[in-house]
């Protein structure tokens, strides 16, 4: 008995009376470490991956950061650039072994804005503010509508202030597309939706044939209000890649869904011509294309005519970028159901309006990775131009290393121009990213 | 239906806008330049030594210097240029659609360029051929060495073919490194890539020039082609022709006879030689018979300098790429400089 009591006893001694306040869970099996053991160490293959992996980490930046956090940003040339890491204590059989990140200092004007002139650098500063203010009501919908006035004039601003000239050219192009819409919107109730189409399509074409050589002249010498006219040639650098990608990019999107609608039309005549069009231009080469534009243009045309290289350029960049464009649309058009368009006509829209306010909202929706990937390629093309000697900034690259204080420099300019496209186009695909994510409808 | 009318309105309006520009053929290469005021010359998108632009973004170079004396001769006035950066895809077709009225862009004077592709060469700025470099460690002193070589060559190029065709008709054997660019050669050659680069002799120079030690690297005595470099105009226009053929070989006789940049204002004044009192305009009536001023040759020396002095500056000896001056010494000095009298 006494040994029962007794073992009761020491039981009871045993037991805790009070709770024990909650520990932390072990190291090990929680927080960072935790995650590191899942992750990285999880068995034995994974751990030697892992530690090979961060060897080869390390050895690329070890190799790396020193040549570019020690890189020497103040030096007239490359020469200068070794003496200064030699006085260093630096040395090297091959290369050099820190960047001189120096050339970029030197040549950051031409690397920008190319040739353009130099007291008028604000021009392209102030053109691409105005462009991303311009097109913040577009990205951002919660903006106030009225500041689409804006966006519609921001083509006509940036071309004044970037190419500069008469102020009366722009705006009387401009006005063109003001009479087209008058039209559209006054005539059309009165003389019929497709007369009212028609005219309002006609009407600006002859305005801008017929009428605004005269007109302009007559402006020009009643008020010749200007800025210094900057020609083509002077542009370069990423001014040019930016004007090459920017106009691409706003003008192939509406000539993009025109033509992927063209394509889905019944009218046979429309359809045949957007699937010519499209297929023509896809199944070239770009580079082919801007060597059309460089080289046949040049014997077509009357010598002598004035049919200006970046324009040319930026022609052919739209079209090639509107059949993808145009494609990528198809796609978003096809995965929409049958009873969409159904139920737009059993509303009784008609076309454009279903196409308004049914169908392209919700296609372009569905397209928007696709078209932000075009847009992203296209912008990175622009590099192409360097082909046909147009100096963008690969094209700079080059011009630079020709000049005896640079010859031999390449990594720090290819690093540079490349970190610059990165930056675009990172921007951009982030920016579809959100995009996708704010109109997210689907029932998940 | 609706559209197609549209498409069709707006293909007429597009062959409305492309009849307006044809305007008719206007006469001379000279009337059109001076009427437009600038000189459209075709360069090449970055040379050393031969065409850059500098920092300020301002053409430099040894065959800028030929478009700006062209200019001065034309126009009075060397900045009166349009540099029109050309590839070697399209630098033919710049010159013979009108883009550019002379193309000074480092290009071999061959017999298909002269004839079939109706080009008129106006003598030669550069008399330049292919060579080798060799790294001093490989201790190879001559190109009949280089049996069983790696060489880096540009693909595509005319020193493609004379390298094949040196090593062939010396019995040797080559293995070729194909690389697109120089700025590529140059690496491939440093990295030890190819034991051989080769390419024009001055572009061999250039290369050299910006290596961490010139002095490791040798370049080979043998020439294996002939490549006379220099500018083109269009077929048909003989009078364009005529001054820019006599603009460079008043850059050459301007040195056989000691004219500089330096002296001309001295000599203007007068001196005993005829030939220089016919180049500066002080006798005879040269300048009129090209139609331009009595005074052209003078403004482009004095503008530019002489072709030593262009050599020199750009070049030459005293700048980084250290080209002597060999084939291109006046004739008088043993090399092939020869211009034709100013009579």
């Known amino acids: ?444 | 239906m609706k559209k197609s009318v549209l498409l069709g309105t707006i293909a007429v309006a597009g062959l409305a806008s492309g009849a307006a520009y044809a305007d008719g053929h206007s006469s001379g290469t000279l009337a059109e330049v001076q009427e437009r005021g600038t000189l459209n010359c075709g360069v090449s998108t970055g040379l050393t030594g031969f065409a850059a632009p500098n920092a300020e973004g301002e053409w430099e170079g040894f065959d800028v210097a030929v478009c700006r004396a062209v200019a001065v001769a034309v126009l009075g006035d060397a900045s009166a240029v349009e540099f029109v950066p050309t590839t070697g895809q399209t630098r033919f077709t710049a010159l013979a659609s009108g883009e550019v009225d002379v193309l000074a862009r480092n290009t071999t004077w061959t017999f298909s360029r002269d004839v079939d592709l109706a080009f008129e060469f106006i003598g030669v700025n550069y008399y330049d051929g292919q060579g080798f470099m060799v790294p001093r460690d490989l201790g190879v002193s001559s190109a009949l060495e280089l049996d069983g070589a790696t060489v880096c060559i540009q693909t595509g190029t005319t020193t493609e073919l004379n390298l094949a065709d040196f090593f062939s008709s010396n019995n040797m054997s080559y293995e070729p490194v194909p690389i697109e660019t120089n700025a590529e050669a140059q690496q491939q050659y440093l990295a030890g890539a190819c034991d051989v680069y080769t390419t024009d002799a001055s572009g061999l120079a250039a290369t050299r020039a910006t290596f961490e030690d010139p002095s490791a690297h040798v370049v080979l005595p043998e020439i294996i082609s002939k490549e006379p470099l220099g500018p083109l105009v269009r077929h048909g226009d003989h009078e364009w022709g005529d001054i820019v053929r006599w603009t460079l070989n008043a850059l050459i006789s301007a040195e056989e006879l000691g004219i500089t940049s330096a002296n001309v204002g001295e000599l203007l004044g007068g001196t005993e030689n005829p030939e220089i009192n016919r180049i500066l305009g002080t006798e005879g009536e040269l300048g009129s018979m090209l139609g331009l001023e009595a005074d052209w040759a003078a403004n482009v020396l004095a503008a530019v300098g002489n072709y030593g002095e262009i050599f020199e500056g750009n070049i030459g000896e005293s700048t980084p790429i250290g080209l002597a001056r060999g084939l291109n010494a006046q004739w008088t000095d043993g090399g092939l400089l020869y211009s034709p009298p100013f009579r």
């Open chain 1, 1 to 444: 008995m006494s040994e029962i009591h007794s073992e009761t006893a020491l039981q009871t001694a045993y037991v805790r009376t009070e709770m024990l306040a909650e520990q932390a869970p072990p190291v090990t099996v929680s927080g960072p470490i935790k995650w590191v053991r899942e992750n990285l160490f999880s068995s034995i293959p994974n751990a030697v991956m892992t530690i090979v992996s961060v060897y080869f980490i390390y050895v690329v930046l070890a190799a790396i950061l020193p040549w570019m956090l020690n890189g020497i940003w103040d030096a007239g040339s490359l020469a200068e650039c070794r003496e200064i890491r030699d006085a260093r204590g630096g040395s090297g059989e091959h290369g050099h072994d820190v960047a001189c990140w120096a050339v970029l200092v030197d040549r950051w004007d031409q690397l920008m804005f190319g040739f353009y002139p130099s007291e008028l650098y604000w021009r392209p500063i102030l053109a691409f503010t105005l462009f991303l203010a311009a097109i913040l009501p577009v990205l951002y919908d919660n903006l106030p509508r009225k500041l689409l006035i804006l966006t519609a004039a921001m083509p006509f601003i940036c071309f004044w202030l970037l190419w500069g000239g008469s102020i009366w050219a722009p705006t009387l192009v401009a006005l063109g597309f003001v009479l087209g819409w008058a039209v559209m919107k006054f005539a059309g109730p009165t003389v019929g939706a497709m007369t009212g189409t028609i005219l309002a399509i006609v009407l600006p074409i002859f305005y801008w044939l017929f009428a605004l050589g005269p007109l302009l002249d007559v402006f020009n010498s009643v008020a010749p209000i200007g800025i210094q006219a900057v020609a083509s040639r002077e542009f370069g650098g990423f001014l040019l890649a930016f004007v090459i990608g920017a106009s691409g990019i706003i003008l192939s999107m509406p000539l993009g869904v025109i033509l992927a609608l063209g394509r889905q039309s019944d009218l046979f005549i429309i359809n045949k011509f957007s699937v010519i069009f499209i297929e023509v231009i896809r199944g070239v080469p770009l580079i082919v294309w801007l060597f059309t534009a460089q080289l046949l243009l040049g014997y077509f045309l009357p010598p002598g005519s004035n049919f200006d290289l970046m324009v040319r350029v930026i022609i052919m960049v739209t079209l090639f970028s509107a059949a993808y464009i145009a494609e990528v649309i198809r796609g978003g058009l096809a995965a929409l159901p049958r009873g969409q368009y159904e139920g737009a006509d059993s509303l009784g829209l008609n076309y454009w309006q279903s196409m308004q306010l049914i169908i392209l909202p919700q296609a372009l929706k569905i397209s928007i990775p696709g078209i932000v990937s075009s847009f992203i390629g296209l912008f990175k093309d622009t590099v192409l131009v360097v082909f046909i000697g147009l100096f963008d900034p690969i094209g700079f690259s080059n011009a630079i290393r020709a000049d005896t204080d640079w010859n031999g420099i390449y990594w720090e300019l290819f690093i540079f121009i490349g970190l610059c496209f990165f930056i675009c186009c990172f921007g951009m695909s982030r920016y579809s990213q959100w995009l996708e994510r704010k109109l997210a409808t689907d029932h998940r």
